[in-house]
């Protein structure tokens, strides 16, 4: 017997529904942990998810098909560097079986912007006893069978308007087989996402052993409110499905529906549901402002380094002997020339993306203590530690990974800086 139902299935809410599964590389906040779960690094603060789904209503013989789903899911930068989630899914079969999933995700970043995912599991299937499965060989040895599955993702975001995402499932292939081994095939995910001022495109292929599937979805997004999705999926054996969706944002609560018809592969259904709501502990954000934001902050953290460069290019000059600066007087002007080329770039681009209301962020977080605003970078000196640059700057030596992170690459093993660097404040 082969159990490609829900330990399967990389959709378990109803927005990636509606886009037809095309979620690898989109942050699905708490419905991240089926589709990839490095992307739970973009997280910006705690999220609860609830799903029902009536899976292939109107089947012939009358079969019901549920799903229910919960996940929860949100940073834990004061406990480990990057965001965690678990969850719950549930798919059952009118009461003769079911397939339980329980899972934990950890995401973190690795190394120079990109994040990676883990999502430990524990699947389980089940059957009801009765005159049928009484009689079959194939439960002797009893009616369920559990076992331990894992995910890795990757998630890597080069630029605010851009995704890649890459996802591997169930990469320990348990064995979820009564009698005989029915190991789980591991699923191989890759997807990329694009947004726009108001849209988002997603697009995917996945491929579990002999079986593939490309899907491509899309989201547009309207008065900061409302959104409406669809989504194409389809792979071998003639297997097609079309989704619809739409959402609706209010306040902290988000309400979300999809519909899912097959074209191909499965006849005789009304196609499935799913009805989801979520609520946001913290700021109210979407991907949409998220990816204005970061677009404007990327500028203004790009200028601010800039000018800082420029500034320790300047103070050598000033403070350089005659004669051992002279050789080198040249080679430092023409570097400053070129960064205040650059610096009026940077002013260009942050003017630009301040005159659009998209990059202005819905609410903006009170700064734990007053910093001045321009202070984007530092220079490390003589004698500096990444804890005496957080005592310096933020008041606090304990906050140092909050730097280290900040300038993966930069710093060196252990946490070793030199003097000159120029350092990203986050």
Request: with cysteine.
């Amino acid at each position: 017997m082969n159990s490609y139902a829900l330990f399967t299935d990389s959709a378990c809410g109803a927005r990636a529904t509606a886009m037809g599964g095309a979620f690898t590389a989109v942050p699905g906040g708490a419905e991240a942990m089926c589709s990839n779960p490095a992307s739970l690094l973009e997280t910006s603060s705690p999220e609860l998810t609830a799903v029902y789904g009536r899976l292939y209503s109107g089947l012939t013989d009358d079969s019901k098909i549920g799903q229910g789903y919960f996940g929860f899911a949100g940073p834990v930068k004061r406990y480990l560097p990057g965001a965690a989630g678990f969850s719950w899914n549930d798919t059952r079969l009118s009461e003769a079986y079911s397939e339980t999933t329980f899972s934990v995700s950890y995401a973190t970043a690795v190394y120079r912007g990109v994040g990676a995912g883990v999502t430990l599991k524990y699947l389980r299937r089940a059957y009801v006893s009765d005159g049928y499965t009484e009689l079959d060989p194939v439960f002797s040895g009893g009616y369920s069978k559990s076992g331990f599955g894992a995910d890795l993702g990757f998630f890597y975001r080069p630029q605010p308007r851009y995704a890649l995402g890459l996802a591997f499932k169930n990469i320990n292939k348990p064995d979820m087989g009564l009698a005989d081994a029915d190991r789980l095939p591991m699923e191989i995910r890759a997807g990329a996402s694009y947004v726009m001022r108001t849209s988002l495109l997603g697009l995917d292929a996945s491929f579990a052993g002999s079986d593939y599937t490309v899907a491509a979805g899309a989201e547009y997004s309207f008065q900061r409110r409302y959104a409406m999705r669809m989504g194409l999926a389809a792979g071998n054996d003639s297997r097609r499905n079309i989704n619809l969706g739409l959402g609706g944002r209010f306040g902290l609560a988000e309400f979300d529906y999809s519909f899912s018809l097959p074209i191909g592969g499965i006849s005789g259904t009304m196609g499935s549901h799913r009805l989801a709501f979520s609520f946001r502990f913290g700021p109210e954000a979407d991907v949409f402002a998220v990816s204005e934001a970061a677009e404007l902050r990327k500028a203004q953290e790009r200028a601010a380094m800039q000018e800082e460069k420029i500034r320790a290019l300047e103070q050598r000059l000033g403070t350089g002997s005659p004669d051992a600066a002279a050789p080198a007087q040249p080679d430092i002007l023409k570097q400053i020339e070129q960064l205040k080329t650059e610096l009026e770039k940077s002013r260009t681009q942050i003017e630009a993306a301040k005159a659009r209301p998209e990059a202005k962020p819905a609410v903006k977080p009170a700064p734990a203590k007053p910093q001045p605003a321009s202070r984007r970078s530092y220079v490390v000196r003589d004698g500096d530690t990444l804890e005496s640059i957080a005592n310096a700057v933020y008041g606090d030596p304990e906050r140092w990974p909050e730097i280290y992170r900040a300038n993966t690459g930069v710093v060196g093993r252990g946490g070793e800086v030199k003097p000159g660097q120029v350092l990203r404040l986050p």
